[in-house]
């Protein structure tokens, strides 16, 4: 088989053409004056409505993603070690795609906001012990040395308006990469934020 027409590659970095203007930053790129929550890895931009989540393992104790609440939507966060030059999302996408599968979801691939995005739809236990269908979608973005992912749910799965508000607080999260060797795919550590001084 000769088959040389190579459209797709999984290794390419995957970003809105506009991320260094308009986000998600890296650590350079973002203004040093706005209030940052500093979450280790992570900075979030506070406003009005946004309830913030440290979800923490168990066995660890240390944090493994950052919830975030808001325009009634979950939009929960991880950051990523990435190599230089190529990207994670192309391979993140096949992985969690694979996931959803084995847990009897549905998954669809389609464009976005931030380039290619995963909708799917995961079975979960509700209250009465049945199981029901939830909307996520996928986001991810390969930065400078970094990766940052998004699980988007509640309104902003399926509601427009609600989106535009999510994927804005997804655009305005800073990555603080960090000068330390780490392996690609490992979580860039996060910490709990300090007590600001004014709210």
Do not use: H
Request: proline share 10%.
């Amino acid at each position: 088989m000769e088959a040389e027409e190579v459209a797709y590659d999984p290794t390419a970095k995957s970003a809105p053409a506009d991320r260094a203007q308009n986000g998600p930053f890296d650590e350079s790129e973002a203004n040093p004056v706005r209030p940052y929550i500093d979450l280790g890895g992570l900075k979030v931009l506070p406003r009005e409505g946004l309830n913030l989540r440290l979800e923490v393992e168990d066995k660890s104790k240390r944090i493994v993603a950052i919830g975030l609440d808001y325009a009634g939507s979950t939009l929960q966060v991880q950051p990523f070690a990435a190599p230089r030059t190529t990207g994670l999302w192309g391979e993140t996408r096949e992985q969690i795609r694979e996931q959803v599968r084995q847990q009897g979801g549905r998954v669809e691939e389609r464009g976005g906001p931030f380039g290619p995005e995963l909708l799917a739809e995961v079975p979960t236990a509700d209250a009465s012990g049945g199981s029901s269908m939830r909307l996520a979608r996928f986001v991810g973005v390969d930065g400078p040395r970094w990766f940052l992912r998004g699980v988007i749910g509640g309104a902003a799965a399926s509601d427009p308006a609600a989106a535009e508000q999510v994927e804005d607080l997804f655009r305005s999260l800073v990555v603080v990469r960090g000068g330390n060797p780490m392996p690609p795919r490992d979580l860039i550590p996060l910490k709990m934020p300090q007590a600001p001084g004014t709210a």
